[in-house]
């Protein structure tokens, strides 16, 4: 499934191009920490599909193909399109795209990215407002298998699992275990490990045959925290 935008116009297909630049020439900068493995083809090419400016406040629309992290609503943030890049290509979906769980669906835009590479997603957002629009925008642009729900990110999907990958994109100071027992072996969880306030990491976890992690740290980031008291929903 390739969700195309229904009303794109050139201002943004050029906007969307100019970002795609200057991804590569971020990745190319970052090499040092993420080494020399050449990225997934299917990561830029489903960032250029996805049209980002549906998931942004309709105020910052014309920043929406910045290389930044923006404003979503309930102080929360939608990655930076370099980090959003980083962190779909290290979770090396299986050619056919894997089913995937994402701890923060935020706006929707990271799991509609994985969407257009192909993964069926399973997105759990904790705050009941944002988890309803990006369902309501995901179906809008054709999304779907892409799905998402309204509660605590930390429980996984049990229902869904095993998961051929996994990607939580808000900050804690450990791996959430539950999610690690819904993860296939030889699977990775990409994630922002360390605590809100202070530094963090972005690493690569990968289960190995005895359910322990073997972890690889990628870049400094700065992620919003996990937090577990929006179960209302
Ligand atoms: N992936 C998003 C950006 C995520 S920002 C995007 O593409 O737009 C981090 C998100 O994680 C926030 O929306 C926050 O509300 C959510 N979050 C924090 N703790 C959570 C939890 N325990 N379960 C589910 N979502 C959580």
């Known amino acids: 499934m390739s969700p195309v935008p229904s009303t794109d116009s050139d201002h943004f297909a050029q906007a969307r191009a100019l970002l795609i630049d200057e991804i590569k020439r971020e990745l190319a900068e970052t090499r040092v920490y993420l080494g020399a493995e050449p990225l997934d083809p299917r990561v830029l090419d489903a960032i250029v599909r996805v049209p980002r400016e549906h998931f942004v406040p309709p105020d910052m629309r014309e920043h929406a193909y910045r290389n930044s992290p923006l404003p979503i609503g309930n102080s929360q943030t939608i990655s930076q399109p370099y980090i959003v890049a980083v962190m779909s290509h290290f979770l090396r979906l299986p050619p056919h ?65 095993p998961f051929d990958a996994i990607i939580i994109t808000a900050a804690g100071p450990e791996v959430p275990q539950p999610l690690v027992d819904q993860l296939k072996v030889g699977a990775r969880i990409v994630m922002p490990l360390g605590s809100s306030g202070g530094d963090q990491s972005l690493v690569v976890l990968s289960k190995q045959p005895d359910g322990t992690l073997e972890q690889r740290e990628l870049l400094p980031v700065r992620f919003v925290p996990i937090t577990r008291d929006r179960v209302d929903a």
């Not at 993964?119 to 298998?145: H, N, T």
């Not at 998402?148 to 229902?159: F, I």
Request: charged fraction near 20%; glycine fraction near 16%; aromatic fraction near 10%.
């Open 97 to 161: 795209g894997g089913r995937v769980y994402e701890l923060g669906a935020g706006s929707g835009y990271q799991a509609a990215v994985l969407g257009a590479m192909g993964a069926e997603v399973y997105s759990v957002e904790i705050q009941p407002e944002l988890a309803a629009r990006a369902k309501a925008l995901l179906a809008e642009l054709g999304f779907e298998r892409v799905h998402v729900r309204a509660g605590d990110g930390y429980l996984g999907w049990p229902e869904a699992a």
